[in-house]
Structure formats: C-alpha cells, structure tokens
C-alpha cells in the first residue's frame, strides 16, 4: 500500500512538503485531481498518481494546465472535491479558464495548487502568483511549514465550499522541498460520482449572466474578507510595539530571527495564511498598535503595498517598509541569515552578523554548469542538425524541457525561448522577419502541451521553418511522467490511449514530414538536409527514448566505448558533443565506463575512428 493511503490516525510520518500536501488532498476526501507536471509541484502529482493506481482516486496528466483547470472545475462543478495542481508559469496558461471560473464558482470544494519559485531553481522566471488571488478575485492560502501545508488542505476545500468559489494554494519551493514529520488523520470515504445540475442561467458565460456573475464573486470577496478576520491561520504572537508582517516561509525565517535577536519581548508578529483578501481588521489593528512595521515577503511587495493602503486609510503616518535598496531585494530567495540581517537593521538593533571564514587558501570550486546526461538523444539531434546546416545563417527557438540545456557550448543550440510552446510560434515570427533559416526544438510533452496551435498558424500562414520534434517517449525534465504520445503498456498501464506525433503533425497539414534515429549521425544529417531544403513548413520527428527513462524500464543496455591508442587527442568529441562520459588524463581523453551509455556518437564524430565499444 501506498504511504499515503495508511488510515492510521495519530501515526507520525516524515514527509516532503508535497507528498504532505497530497496526503492532506486524500484527508480532506479528494475525488479528482489533475496536472501538467511542473517542478517544484510534481512530487505531489506523483504521489495522487500513484494513489489513484491502488485506490478509487482519479487522477490525470492533462495535456496542459488550462485542460486540467477545466477538467477539476467541471468535476466541482458536478459535485466532487477536485484539485488542480501546477508550477507558477502553468498558471498563466491556466488562467484563461481560472478567471471565469471565478465568475462561475463551484459546487463542491475545489483547490488551485501553485507553487512558485523563487531564485528560479528550475523556471525561466520569478513571477508572483499571488497577483493572481488579485486579478481572479479568488481567496488565497499560503502555508508556512511542511505540516502546516497538510493541515491547511482540509480548510482549503471546507473554506472553498463555504464560498462556493475555487481556493488558490500557493507554496514555494522551500515548503514543496522540505521534509518534515507530519501527524495522519482520518481518510474519509471518497464519493466517486457526482451528479451536474443544469443551470445554464448561471453557467454559461455569455454577457448577460457574466454581469450577474460577478457581482456574486464581489460579494464573495466580502465574505471572505470577513472570514479572513477571524481565521486561526491569520494569527497575532509576541509584545512590543515594533511589529512584522509575514507570510509563507518568511514567518519560520522570522520567528528563528527574533528569537536569535532576543527580541521576543519587543517584536510581534502577524502572520497571514488566508493572505487574500487582505483581513482589514486585523491588519489595521495590528499596524495601529505599533510604531514601525517590516513587512517580510518573498517576491513583489504584495502584502506590503495592501498594508500601506490600509494604513492610509486609517490615516496613520508609522513607517512601513519591505522592500527597497536598502531592505528586502524582490528578487530570489530568502534565508534565515538575511532575514536576521534585515530585521535588526530596520529596527536598530545591536547585532553582529556571524563571522564569515576565510576560505582563500583554499582552492576555487570548479563549475558545474547543468548538462544533457550520458547519451541523450538530444545530444545526437543537436550534432545532426548542426552539421546539416553547416553554412547556413541559421535561428535556432528553443523551447522547455531538458533539450533547453542544449543552448550552452559546445552545442549552442538555442537563440530564443520565451514559454511552453514558444518555438513554434516564434519560428513564424523569425521567418517572416529574417531571411535566416529557422530551424526550432520542441519536446513531445511540450509538443502536446502547447506546441500544436503554433503549428496549426504556421501551415496556415505558410511560414517557411524546420520544426524538430524531439520524441524521448516520456516528460522527462520533471521525472518521466507521462504524455498522450507515451506507451504506457511500457509501464504495465494498458488502460491508456496513445496519440501518435506523425499523425497529429499530417492532420495539421504538413507536407514534408520525416523521422529519423538520431544515434545514425550520418542517416540523420542526410533526412534533415532534405527537410531544409524543404520550401515550407517541415517537420522531423528524432526519437529515442531518454537515456535515464529506458533505464528505468530496465531496456537492453549498449556497448559502452573506450578511447583505444589509435586516439590523435584532437579532442573533436570533446569539444563538440560535451559528454559527462568524458573526462581528461594526463591531457588525453578518456571514457568513464560507469557513466557511457553506448549512444555511440562519440565515435561517429571521431576523425581517426580512435573510440570503440569497450569489450
């Protein structure tokens, strides 16, 4: 049995922050979740869907975020707890169906998971999804430890199903990656089906009943504001007139800070877990009692700007800071030193920061910059496209997954990436504006997930690009969860479907279509030569299952290869591939036989044919 499906009240458990947030999903009697996988949320994906495979959950990758907001609302809206869970950038995909479902509302309770990235540890921005509580004007809750995100869960769906109006869950990746021991209770029994009731006057959208509709969510907005002055997760603790508001990670941070400070006496502190609507009461009250406010939040000064207003409005003239040169930075992460730093600086407070050590005799850490593993596929498709296009004046719109790696040298594969889906949609752009040859890179997870309308505008439009689809068989940046394109019989789940990628290509109307191996430099170089020259919209399709997915699933292994003494030192694999299998000695190349996988490139590109499967 899954850990998370013990109903074993009382038992302590030591758990990541999402696999507590998903723990807490089922004791708050989930019926249905979905996703598209997105780091730092996926671990609490992997767990529902695992769950959903040894009990009556239904859980599901949904080709995108928009599909799987509209999937759970759909599910609340028949009367089933639902949950949709995505990273911070899948909520702007998502969004176009959150903001009218905010109008809409929901029967049954329904939570919005999204965790946000500060420092940007796996994201191509730090955007801050509490904006969005704003924009939607739906409540938000923001936990503030690991038990607390499982605690918090219940009240989500009870508060969700209070206003009749989904809840947004946000975390960072300090709550989704951190471990702690958490305390089970009850699994209730789960209800299955449920059961829509037509009432198309106040669920179709059309402008009419939209103008109805959102007076309801102001009224809703009102209510929970209300709520929020009497929640027990916006709470008041310590004395003093200096007081600190906080939210998320930021109050742990705080809480060492004061106590390290020794200011328990003379600091207080108010921290928000029901964080939008802003408690009016509350806040006022609290910035009323004291001379001088810090606000400490990740991010954008969100909560910051909400408390100056509402001081304003109390006609207060305290001084209430977060952000600024010489305070809170909006970008990265926090820390318990900085914060410690901030406090005592704000509020003129003797402290000493800890000495640093010296470290200059000690060497300088070598770097580590993140790379393609051991014999990925998308090291071959790179050195083949690269090699095809030798000569030409050539843009290269890369896309997200694991193939974006393929920007840094030696590959320097990739000119331009803005989102999901980007390198179809700006291929269109580069070839009508340029002259250069466009050649781009998408995944097939991504490909699926947004990549098919660019595709579509590009037939249509008659744009002239090469797309390559890099097919790997799995989404495997975020751990080898699964796409509609992926065999699933593979993973003994026979009760899948499966899209092809040729097929869905020819229905969008491409003419010129290939797919090649791309461990078969020389084959490969020679298919998508003739894609280029290809005047129009072509399409290869390079597939090979990931290296660390088909070890997974236990597939025969290759020959790893060795450098023989036939070897002139040229380095040309080295230098034009960058695979972690190599490593220098003595100044000579060498292969790592516990790290080759036996792709085989390495020796395809070798002008002395020096590298040879290792006997």
């Not at 789960?190 to 009731?197: L, Q």
């Not at 969510?217 to 508001?245: K, Q, W």
């Not at 092809?500 to 020819?506: D, Q, R, T």
């Amino acid at each position: 049995m899954h850990k998370l499906l013990e109903n074993q009240t009382g038992k302590q458990v030591l758990l990541l922050g999402n696999e507590a947030i998903a723990r807490g999903a089922i004791e708050a009697g989930l019926s249905m979740a979905a996703t598209y996988p997105g780091t730092p949320s996926s671990e609490i994906s992997l767990n529902l869907f695992q769950m959903s495979r040894e009990s009556n959950l239904y859980f599901e990758y949904s080709t995108n975020e928009k599909v799987a907001m509209e999937m759970t609302a759909a599910a609340a809206n028949s009367g089933l707890r639902s949950m949709c869970i995505m990273k911070h950038v899948g909520m702007n995909v998502a969004a176009d169906a959150m903001m009218t479902l905010a109008y809409v509302g929901v029967k049954a309770g329904m939570v919005i998971i999204v965790a946000d990235d500060p420092f940007m540890f796996s994201s191509q921005n730090e955007q801050d999804s509490r904006y969005y509580a704003k924009l939607s004007g739906l409540p938000m809750l923001e936990p503030s430890s690991v038990e607390e995100a499982k605690s918090m869960m219940s009240y989500a769906f009870d508060l969700s199903e209070k206003l009749k109006e989904p809840v947004i869950f946000r975390t960072t990746t300090r709550i989704n990656h951190s471990t702690a021991v958490v305390t089970y209770n009850d699994i209730p029994e789960r209800k299955t089906k449920g059961n829509f009731v037509k009432d198309p006057f106040n669920l179709v959208t059309v402008p009419a009943i939209s103008r109805k509709l959102h007076i309801k969510l102001l009224e809703n907005m009102d209510t929970a504001c209300e709520i929020g002055s009497t929640s027990e997760y916006n709470f008041i603790e310590g004395d003093g007139t200096l007081g600190i508001i906080c939210n998320g990670v930021s109050y742990s941070y705080v809480c060492d800070a004061i106590a390290d400070l020794d200011q328990t006496d003379k600091i207080k502190i108010l921290r928000l877990g029901l964080s939008h609507p802003m408690p009016e009461k509350p806040v006022k009250d609290f910035v009323k009692s004291c001379d001088k406010v810090l606000v400490v939040e990740e991010g954008e000064p969100y909560m910051e700007e909400a408390v100056r207003s509402l001081a304003q409005e109390e006609g207060l003239t305290i001084s209430i800071k977060g952000k600024g040169k010489e305070l809170f930075s909006r970008r990265n992460e926090y820390d318990p030193g900085l914060v410690r730093g901030m406090i005592a600086k704000y509020f003129g407070i003797d402290y000493e920061a800890p000495e640093v050590p010296d470290l200059s005799d000690l060497p300088e850490m070598p770097q580590r910059p993140p790379t393609l593993c051991a014999g990925c596929s998308h090291r071959a498709t790179y050195t083949a496209v690269k090699k095809a296009a030798e000569g030409m004046d050539t843009v290269y719109p890369a896309d997200i997954g694991c193939y974006t790696l393929g920007f840094l040298p030696p590959l320097q594969m990739g000119d331009f990436l803005l989102c999901m889906g980007s390198s179809v949609g700006t291929s269109c752009g580069f070839a009508q504006a340029t002259d250069q040859k466009v050649i781009s890179f998408i995944g097939d997870s991504t490909f699926f997930h947004s990549g098919i309308p660019g595709l579509v505008n590009a037939v249509f439009n008659k744009h002239n690009f090469t797309l390559v689809i890099m097919d790997n068989s799995t989404t495997a940046m975020t751990g080898h969860q699964p796409h509609p394109g992926v065999d699933m019989e593979e993973l003994n789940m026979p009760d899948f479907g499966r899209v092809s990628i040729e097929a869905m290509v020819k229905a969008a109307g491409v003419e010129h279509i290939s797919v090649i191996k791309p461990f078969n430099i020389k084959k490969s170089v020679a298919t998508i030569k003739e894609a280029l020259e290809f005047e129009g919209v072509s399409v290869v399709i390079s597939r090979e299952v990931c290296a660390l997915y088909a070890k997974a699933l236990k597939k025969p292994k290759r020959n790893v290869f060795m450098v023989s003494d036939k070897c002139k030192n040229h380095k040309n694999c080295v230098n034009e591939l960058g695979c972690p299998a190599f490593f220098l000695h003595e100044g000579r190349v060498n292969i790592d036989p516990d790290i080759c996988v036996g792709c085989s490139i390495c020796a395809q590109v070798c002008p002395e044919h020096a590298i040879r499967p290792l006997k």
